[in-house]
């Protein structure tokens, strides 16, 4: 049990030093996939801040892709920590949404549109600030085992940001 254990640990630790970034990568659209799937198979109907947070997965995929073509690790760091940010602000914004109570989530009105009908008449700023806004559909948990969709997310934007801060800890100098 114990040279089993070794021997995954060591796998684990060559594909964290090695393969970093595309790990990133493939893990993101992999969520990207699930969700898409998810909503197939299950019949789900996808908010705007949902799809929102998919782009933003997306942005941590090709973060990650650029930081592994680039083959520099402040690169790396910048674009996925960059990245995580966002995601984990606009899950922050979802689980936000969700626990409002009913009349403060009347009073919302910016998530009335699909994402990609909001980007066709305001744009993609006041698309991204009408989702940001959120309403009632945000608040929906949709599909839930033990945590919904937003939080998942918000799991997964903070393991990326920790994993990053710890891959690339020695580039944090402490004077």
């Known amino acids: 049990m114990e040279k089993m254990y070794k021997k995954i640990s060591t796998i684990v630790k060559s594909i964290f030093q090695n393969y970093f970034e595309l790990t990133v990568t493939f893990s993101a659209l992999l969520i990207i996939a699930t969700a898409i799937l998810m909503d197939q198979f299950m019949y789900l109907q996808a908010c705007a801040l949902c799809i929102l947070t998919r782009y933003v997965f997306g942005l941590v995929a090709v973060s990650g892709l650029l930081g592994y073509l680039f083959r520099k690790q402040f690169v790396s760091a910048i674009l996925i920590s960059a990245s995580s940010l966002i995601g984990l602000f606009v899950t922050s914004r979802q689980i936000y949404i969700q626990n409002m109570s ?53 799991i997964f934007f903070a393991t990326y940001l920790i994993a990053t801060v710890f891959k690339y800890r020695s580039l944090i100098k402490l004077a």
């Open 102 to 154: 009913f009349d403060e989530l009347l009073s919302l009105s910016g998530c009335g549109m699909p994402f990609h009908a909001q980007v066709d008449y305001f744009g993609l700023i006041e698309a991204i600030n009408r989702t940001l806004a959120g309403g009632p559909s945000c608040a929906e948990d949709g599909w839930r085992f033990i945590f919904n969709f937003a939080e998942y997310g918000f």
